[in-house]
């Protein structure tokens, strides 16, 4: 088998949407004769822990090699582990605080320590290719310098985009200076650049005019048809409309302009607003459960918690609609959150509360989906009535399966391989 090192800070038993992407290449490599050695963090603080994403990779066959470092999430991690949610404001706060003071990020002693152990690794074993996933971008930065000690082909996977960020924070103009200092240094070290978008690849073309078109290969997020096949419990039908959002709310992705819709369709159309159960699987914050109380939601909405990925996605697959929230901010039309490409692989009607960018086109070549503005409150109303109207004739929009079907994690891992067999050293 051919052998892969992957620098990956965020991977099980990390939970949440952002390990999926990485998990999943790992986890199907094998099958194409690659394997897989997964340097990532040890134990760390962070909102969510999932060991059944864990399992998922062992049973695979996948190496996973842990590194210890001095980050405030490893030293947090070494006392408390999973970590309650912050109110937003003291999350950005701690965010904006961090990112002033730590460039590239705050991981970049972990970067440091799994930079020290792949030089062991790449000393005793031989690989041929170095594979790394951004965030955080200071292994970007540590991974540019294997490539440059050890000249083995260096892949980087763009999940979003580094200078220009939707949650970059610079302070001063130096900040930012550095940072596409850094960025246009890891750039030219790197063999190919897989990105999630053509938004992203744009982004980069144009940002760094030394790269070409052809360095630049998109692979989108994907489902894993496996999740899918689990079987499902029985469920005794209510009547109502089950509408479900699986994630977490963070920046400008918020619940409330959702929530006051509905509190105006419960005014305007209570009828209809009785035959709706909204259901939010994830972490809700204290300010989100104060609105909904605030705004006498409670009867109407359940929240679930946050559950281990295979249950949430059986939650998924249970409901009547799925609900999607990008909001409004800097570059929010390069984003095309994974969660939504798991929406896809359940085959259910989605709402949108979507910017113009990426997601929105990925929604409109989907098919089944009613899309909104972000932050329309009315739009979003009318999209509640009109999908009540088409549930009760038994007339919701069905997917585009040739577009479902080209987001199978399989397939996209194939693409992926196939780029790695471009560089293989004879």
Known sequence: MFKVLVLAYYYPPMGLSGVQRTLKFTKYMPQFNWEPTVITAGNIAYFAHDFSLLKEAEEAGVKIIRTEAYDPNSIIGKKYGTVNMPKEFVRKLYSNFSKSFFIPDNKKSWAKRAYQKARELLKKERFDIIYVTIPPYSSFVYAAKLKQEFQIPLFVDYRDLWLGNHFAFYLTPW?????????????????????????????LLTTYNFLNFNEIVIIPHGFDPADFEVDLPKQNPTGKIKLTYSGIFYESVTPVYLLKAFKQLSIERPDISAKYQIEFIGLLRKENKKLISELGLTDSIHEVGYLEHIEAVKRIRQSDVLWMMIGNSHNSDTI?????????GSRKPI????PEGVAKTALQEYGASFITPPDDIEQIKQNLIEIYNLFVKDELPKPNEEFVNKHNRINLTEQLVTQFQFYLRT
């Not at 095309?336 to 896809?344: A, G, I, N, V």
């Not at 709402?351 to 979507?354: D, F, K, R, Y």
């Open 336 to 344: 095309s959150t994974s969660k939504l490409f798991e929406y896809f």
């Open 351 to 354: 709402l949108g509360s979507v």
């Open 175 to 203: 900040h930012r200076i550095k940072h596409k200092k850094l960025e246009y240094a890891s750039l030219h070290n790197s063999d190919k650049i897989i990105v999630i978008n053509r938004r992203i690849k744009e982004k």
